[in-house]
Nanobody, 124 residues
């Protein structure tokens, strides 16, 4: 059973930065496409970024392009989300997700494994 544990959330002022981490266990991490999603109160879960198991392939949601960077360290079974130039509208619970496929899904329903989420709050 694959388990994902996120960390790194918190409270930050607008314009600041945070780095989220997600550690995976119980599977062959290097063969998983890993994604980050977020969900604000009253809104649907939104695609943020993903990195394919070949980590040169990364994809981003339009709202975070140029500000967020996803990366992975297969030796540490960890995926990261570096968030810069944070805005109040980035406030949400951020979730790490994984799926044992090679392509690049951006819909939450396409992911099999999820972490518990970590809260990110950006104050204005």
């Amino acid at each position: 059973q694959v388990q994902l544990v996120e960390s790194g959330g918190g409270l930050v002022q607008a314009g600041g930065s945070l780095r989220l981490s997600c550690v995976a266990s119980g599977g062959i991490f290097s063969r998983y496409t890993m994604g980050w999603f977020r969900q604000a109160p009253g809104k649907e879960r939104e695609f943020v970024a993903l990195v394919r198991w070949t980590s040169s392939n990364t994809y981003y949601g339009d709202s975070v392009k140029g500000r967020f960077t996803i990366s992975r360290d297969n030796a540490k079974n960890t995926v990261y989300l570096q968030m810069n130039s944070l805005k109040p509208e980035d406030t949400a619970v951020y979730y790490c997700a994984g799926i044992n496929i090679a392509y690049a899904p951006s819909r939450p329903s396409e992911y099999a494994y999820w972490g518990q989420g970590t809260q990110v709050t950006v104050s204005s």
